[in-house]
């Protein structure tokens, strides 16, 4: 069995040989409608991975108040509503007054996203981010110490120059030192650096790992501009706990706010969860969009192997009928066939994934994503080719056996 099942393949790649030209097409139809679902796929996961690390770092018992929700809808270019900023009285009346059980809160605001880090005679370029924070940050936000420690309370209330760096300062201006315990200087300020953060990469072009993180009261006597956007963090320790803790805040700051009871809240909450689900209904949308694409692709390149096994048939009649009179069964003959168009399949399939992975890598490469196999992708393209080849082999493999042995020794 296994000896005539090689034979067969043995046939079809001289088959395969003798038409080359034809063969090469119809596998690079098969290969494109492949790349594209294997491309896509790849490309959707480094997207879909790189985002859920991000923000499942915060934590599934993590919420946030800020500005605005994820979602905001726009009519025209501008948002709907406009929302007022999240001011620094806005954060205190919220601490003083919010007291649900087993819950840390933390704030923090963006200083600046262009500063000029400096150490000794070294300095950076101008584009350090400068992040204001108190002692919860870390925790709440899922950012871990590399070395060092992280900002306490007597930091935060005595306002010491103490920092917390990332990990890119290693690279580019302490090459050559331990940071720790030297001393930095942001906008003539001089800062102590007691900690180094882990490293977390980039997305969409932001870096992650040049920030410098500074006691919260320090940075608002260096960044004074106008209405600056706080964030409130809010970590419960009990998940269980998590819908009590978000109710309470929501009151808590509408009384914050003063609205009554009938208007509508001027603030967003945010769930790390709740983003992660509407990133997966995203990518969801753009998985089914490759699978289109490529159904429509593969649909085509179906054809084109009919159409080239149909040809292989008509120029091997001679051949076909010359086995017959031999002794071949019909079945041998139809088999034959079909081995010969699943291996063209399997060729074309072999092709579009690898330029699926390169695709996908090479996205994820260029924008700093987080690559991994589309298994999945990959599993299920190599089942479609065989169920494309057998239904495309079908009719030509039916035709061929069928042939009667007379007439196609005649043939000319």
């Known amino acids: 069995m296994f000896s005539l099942f090689r034979e067969n393949v043995r046939i079809a790649l001289d088959s395969i040989r003798t038409q080359l030209l034809r063969t090469i097409l119809t596998i690079i139809i098969i290969g494109i409608g492949i790349w ?4 896509i796929l790849s490309a959707v996961k480094a997207l879909e991975n790189t985002i859920s690390s991000d923000f499942s770092s915060m934590g599934s018992n993590t919420f946030n108040i800020q500005r605005y929700e994820f979602t905001v809808q726009r009519q025209g270019g501008e948002r709907e509503k406009i929302n007022p900023v999240i001011a620094y009285n806005d954060v205190r009346e919220f601490i003083d007054t919010y007291s649900f059980p087993f819950t840390k809160t933390s704030v923090s605001f963006m200083g600046t996203a262009g500063a000029e880090v400096k150490f000794e005679n070294e300095k950076t370029d101008p584009e350090v981010q400068v992040l204001g924070i108190n002692e919860n940050y ?3 936000t899922g950012t871990k110490i590399e070395q060092g420690r992280n900002l306490n309370i007597f930091d935060i209330e005595n306002n010491n120059k103490v920092c917390i760096i990332g990990s890119d300062f290693l690279k580019n201006l302490f090459t050559n030192d331990d940071p720790l315990n030297k001393t930095i200087s942001i906008r003539g300020v001089k800062f102590k650096v007691v900690g180094i953060l882990e490293s977390k990469g980039a997305t969409f072009g932001n870096n992650q790992d040049l ?17 600056i956007d706080y964030t409130i963090s809010i970590k419960v320790d009990d998940k269980e706990m998590m819908q009590g803790a978000q109710d309470a805040a929501i009151v808590t700051f509408r009384n914050v706010r003063g609205l009554n009871p009938i208007e509508k809240s001027n603030f ?8 992660i689900n509407r990133i997966a209904t995203i990518t969801g949308y753009l998985e089914v969009a490759a699978w289109i694409i490529s159904i429509i692709t593969i649909l085509g390149s179906s054809i084109a192997l009919m159409n080239i096994m149909l040809v292989s048939v008509t120029e091997r009649t001679r051949e076909i009928g ?21 291996v063209i399949g399997q060729f074309g399939s072999i092709l579009g994934i690898i330029l699926g992975i390169l695709t996908g890598f090479g996205f994820a490469k260029a924008l700093d994503f987080e690559f991994s196999l589309p298994w999945s992708a990959m599993i299920w393209a190599t089942i479609i080719t065989f169920i494309v080849a057998v239904i495309a082999g079908s009719y030509p493999a039916a035709k061929a056996a069928k042939l009667d042995p007379v007439e196609s020794l005649r043939y000319e």
Do not use: C, H, M, Y
């Open 138 to 140: 870390l925790d709440n």
């Open 36 to 39: 594209a679902l294997v491309g």
């Open 268 to 275: 967003g909450i945010e769930r790390s969860d709740d983003l």
């Open 211 to 227: 920030k410098v993180l500074i006691p919260i009261q320090v940075a608002r006597g260096i960044f004074t501009q106008p209405n």
């Open 322 to 342: 010359v086995r017959k009179a031999l002794g071949a069964k019909s079945s041998t003959i139809s088999t034959q066939f079909f081995i010969e168009t699943i």
